[in-house]
């Protein structure tokens, strides 16, 4: 069975998440929204499932709307937000975020608003300060990732909340990556919306949840009914909520062991390749990062080579975003970080998660190694400069 280092894109179904499902087809019929028994019964289960993952927040059950997933609610956030402030023409956000969060606001821009893109130092780090000098009174929306996809970095956020507050913009932080691996509590970092995503936590993928607080301000950008307080037309993905609800309670109190373990399980493994292989680079802060992922450089080698590799020796990861699989440009994370091209080429992501054990690593740690080496002889240094 191969052995899977690609939770960041994407997490296997928690046990808790596979039980929750089995459970709902076998006595779940009617649609949430109907007045009969059987609509009912189906409306305390996407109740109680709303709250499970309001609670894994620190958030209330009326303040989460169900999404089809991570992307939906960056855009949900996005453009709901700017609807709703509909004079003011300014976005601050940063050069290191998700495509979700990236495309809607090349769109925006398009339309002739006006985007800052912050620029990280080269751990990618966003200076809070760097964020509030750009505030002014025409922004309506700062939209920041939580925690980096790529390289794990956990951004400082929570001093922006009281000054985009006096200004009055709407500040948005996607948690998508964050939510289940370290603490998030809506009300310390101060925000208005958050962005949660369920198969990064063990759900089936296709859904997630915006947290929007009670005074916040957006439009919906989906009409049809009455729905999710009518933030969110449409018939809600029962089965997915239920599942969402199911593996966030596990993640949630599992959460504190599982962040040791990994965390302890990826340390051993970057200290192993850093002892085989000459030259490796980690991108990210050894201090300061998601527990369970590692952006590393590989001297001498194609990334995509790499991974390729990998995978027919029976070991999975990613060159980055799962969402920017097949792009021909390198990562515009670590070329915002200052890396090279060729370094940005030269780089896999390996992301571990809640089923991995000491065995894989001890066995990926060997893997690894030997594939850079066969690699490398079949790839000559100048050869991949020069791609």
Request: proline fraction near 5%.
């Amino acid at each position: 069975m191969p052995i899977y280092l690609d939770h960041n894109a994407g997490a296997p179904l928690r046990a808790e998440a596979a039980a929750a499902i089995s459970q709902l087809l076998t006595n779940a019929r009617g649609n949430p929204s109907s007045v009969h028994r059987s609509g009912q019964r189906s409306r305390r289960m996407l109740e109680a499932a709303r709250a499970q993952v309001a609670l894994v927040v620190g958030a209330e059950a009326r303040q989460m709307v169900f999404t089809s997933g991570g992307t939906e609610s960056n855009n949900l956030a996005i453009f709901g937000a700017i609807t709703a402030a509909s004079r003011r023409r300014k976005i601050i956000s940063s050069e290191i975020e998700h495509s979700s969060i990236l495309a809607p606001l090349a769109e925006l821009e398009r339309r002739g608003f006006e985007v800052v893109r912050v620029a990280p130092d080269s751990d990618g780090r966003i200076d809070p300060a760097r964020v509030l000098a750009t505030l002014n009174s025409d922004t309506a929306l700062v939209t920041l990732g939580l925690a980096n996809s790529e390289v794990g970095t956990i951004q400082d956020l929570a001093p922006l909340a009281s000054v985009c507050s006096a200004t009055g913009a709407l500040f948005h932080i996607d948690a998508a990556q964050a939510v289940g691996r370290i603490p998030v509590d809506v009300a310390a970092l101060g925000c208005d919306l958050m962005t949660l995503s369920g198969h990064k936590l063990g759900a089936p993928g296709g859904v997630g949840a915006l947290y929007v607080r009670d005074a916040a301000r957006i439009a919906p950008i989906v009409f049809g009914g009455p729905h999710e307080a009518g933030m969110r037309a449409g018939t809600p993905n029962l089965l997915g909520a239920v599942a969402f609800g199911a593996a966030t309670e596990a993640a949630m109190n599992a959460m504190r062991d599982e962040s040791d373990r990994i965390g302890s399980l990826a340390r051993s493994l970057l200290k192993r390749l850093g002892e085989t292989i000459p030259g490796l680079r980690l991108n990210g802060p050894l201090t300061g990062g998601l527990p369970n992922t590692l952006s590393l450089t590989f001297p001498s080698v194609l990334g995509e080579s790499m991974l390729i590799a990998l995978d027919l020796e029976g070991v999975e990861v990613s060159m980055g975003s799962a969402c920017a699989a097949g792009a021909v440009e390198p990562s515009h994370v670590l070329r915002a970080m200052g890396r090279s091209i060729a370094d940005a080429r030269s780089s896999l992501r390996i992301s571990l998660g809640w089923n991995n054990t000491a065995d894989e690593i001890d066995a990926v740690a060997e893997t690894i190694p030997a594939v850079w080496r066969r690699v490398a002889d079949a790839e000559p240094l100048s050869e991949v400069s020069a791609r």
